[in-house]
């Protein structure tokens, strides 16, 4: 009995350090100026839940499918969480470019690419960061998209 008492208050102490720790990270990453965030950085602040896709350049898949993709807006408490749709029966590789101006500094676009399936909808993040009681806008344009081979 002691035992099970032991492992489950160590358990709970595990836990509790560990939200502490990242609730001080979060805090940590807004105490620093727009200006010296790096780009891990930027892409953690504009993809919850690593949902940004892979790192990509360029026109990698083409222009084939782009009309098939749709994008859908849902209101959030800092601009509109950003979704597409695949409207098409195929799998579609896509390449989706995040373009913002954050003042000093110098990265000012993302590209992330990702893969979504028939009549699924995947999250593209939000149309604008807030950050240290500022919002800035954040622009998402598809710049490529092909079906799956």
Same mark, same amino acid.
């Given at each position: ?9 160590? /358990? @709970? $102490? ?10 001080? %990270?979060?805090?940590?990453? +807004?105490?620093? &100026? ?32 782009? /009309? @098939? $993709? ?10 509109? %969480?950003?979704?597409?749709? +695949?409207?098409? &029966? ?32 995947? /999250? ?26």
């Amino acid at each position: 009995m002691k035992l099970k008492v032991f492992f489950f208050l160590s /358990s @709970f $102490l595990i836990l509790f350090h560990s939200c502490k720790n990242e609730k001080n %990270a979060s805090e940590n990453s +807004n105490s620093k &100026d727009i200006s010296e965030l790096t780009y891990i950085d930027i892409y953690h602040l504009l993809y919850d839940n690593n949902n940004g896709g892979f790192d990509a350049h360029g026109d990698l898949y083409g222009q084939e499918a782009i /009309s @098939f $993709l749709k994008i859908e807006k849902e209101a959030n408490k800092c601009g509109d %969480a950003m979704y597409l749709l +695949n409207t098409t &029966d195929k799998t579609i590789d896509l390449a989706v470019k995040a373009s913002f101006n954050f003042p000093g500094n110098p990265t000012n676009e993302m590209v992330r690419a990702y893969t979504i399936k028939p009549a699924d909808k995947i /999250s593209i993040g939000y149309s604008k960061l807030c950050y240290a009681n500022k919002e800035y806008d954040i622009k998402k344009d598809i710049i490529s998209a092909g079906y799956s081979r």
